[in-house]
């Protein structure tokens, strides 16, 4: 997806700068250019950590740009496969960890949040049938502006 | 040749000689150290107290007299900063497979929540990162003066649904084989700058 909005991004830059919204080239999925248009966010390189079969939670992560001219404001998260989903973020002070729930997470116009370890996550938990060890995990974002976005994150541990 | 010319060449010939000894002992593999720890420069001993392993069974600090020991805290209900560092010293310890196995670091994750962490819940949690890595969990009396000998800290935090979450102390503690804490690693971690590390305490070890 981040590649599409690069495209997106490049192809009008190298066509016309100053091209109406409307000249758009013709060879792009349209779903693509009509989310890009409507400034939808794009989630890429979503996760959800692989951790003992008997763990009672995990953490998600991916990353959300904002190409829209508002700024984006996520206020929750659901998946069916996780009782309780929250919004954290793991702070560093002295050395010592500490993991707090946020409200809100807000994606300025043109930026981009990053959900990583050591940092924001999504805290799953309370897991339907055990967490999930292998496959993708169904998730919804919900938005301030009452929009949902539906993505699934493959299981993994990426610093294997 | 005259006299002052003697003492040119063997001025030459010194800081040639010097500079040929100083190249071959990096090339040798002269002690360097570490890069992404920090050296104590007295090591701190950590106190004799009694705990239990995932298996149920006692284990103190003590017990593993004679091995490095790869320590940090952490605690089962912990979703994002303990998972990635158990990751990360799984990845820094295949990276060591090939040390005699008495170089080989053992890794242990002490639990800063003793009240939920029991050795069944460590047992369910700590190997699946690596088979031979090991929980220890000690009484909430002894955690104290236990973090305090690391110079870590913890802290409950109320926490949502899940009643309560600790902070804790992120960095990874190497402890010598006189069972004191002689190196800290700060975050962030990575598997190749431990186990690189690691053979560089392993040398300096060597060379005293």
């Known amino acids: 997806m981040r590649l599409t909005v690069l495209l997106l991004a490049t192809l009008l830059w190298g066509c016309a700068p100053d091209a109406p919204e409307t000249s758009v080239p013709g060879d792009l999925p349209p779903e693509a250019t009509a989310a890009a248009y409507a400034g939808s966010p794009v989630i890429s390189d979503p996760w959800v950590r692989r951790v003992p079969p008997a763990a009672r939670m995990t953490a998600g992560y991916l990353s959300i740009s904002n190409p829209g001219t508002e700024p984006l404001v996520i206020v929750g998260v659901e998946s069916p496969a996780f009782g309780s989903v929250e919004l954290h973020g793991t702070i560093m002070t002295d050395g010592v960890a500490s993991m707090r729930e946020q409200e809100a997470v807000t994606v300025e116009p043109g930026d981009t949040v990053r959900f990583e370890p050591g940092g924001l996550h999504l805290m799953l938990m309370q897991p339907t049938d055990g967490v999930p060890t292998s496959g993708a995990v169904p998730m919804t974002l919900l938005l301030e502006n009452g929009e949902r976005i539906e993505f699934a994150a493959p299981v993994g541990s990426p610093e294997r | ?208």
Request: aromatic share 8%; hydrophobic share 45%; proline share 9%.
């Open chain 2, 1 to 208: 040749m005259s006299r002052n010319n003697f003492i040119v060449a063997a001025v030459v010939l010194a800081i040639v000689a010097a500079s040929a000894g100083a190249w071959l002992a990096a090339r040798l593999g002269a002690p360097e150290m570490p890069v992404h720890a920090r050296m104590l420069n007295t090591p701190r001993p950590v106190p004799d107290l009694p705990g239990l392993d995932h298996h149920g069974e006692p284990l103190r600090i003590q017990d593993l007299e004679g091995r490095w020991t790869i320590a940090f805290f952490g605690f089962t209900h912990c979703p994002d900063i303990c998972p990635a560092t158990l990751q990360v010293l799984a990845g820094a310890r295949r990276l060591l497979d090939d040390l005699p196995a008495e170089d080989r670091p053992e890794v242990l994750m002490i639990s800063v929540d003793p009240q939920r962490d029991v050795p069944e819940r460590l047992a369910e949690y700590v190997p699946f990162f690596h088979p031979e890595f090991r929980g220890l969990t000690v009484a909430d009396a002894h955690l104290p003066e236990l973090t305090r000998s690391f110079g870590a800290a913890y802290a409950y935090s109320p926490a949502g649904d899940d009643s309560y979450t600790v902070d804790h102390t992120a960095s990874v503690f190497v402890v010598d084989r006189q069972a004191r804490v002689a190196a800290v690693f700060p975050t962030p971690h990575t598997a190749e700058g431990i186990a690189e590390d690691m053979r560089r305490i392993l040398k300096l070890e060597a060379s005293r």
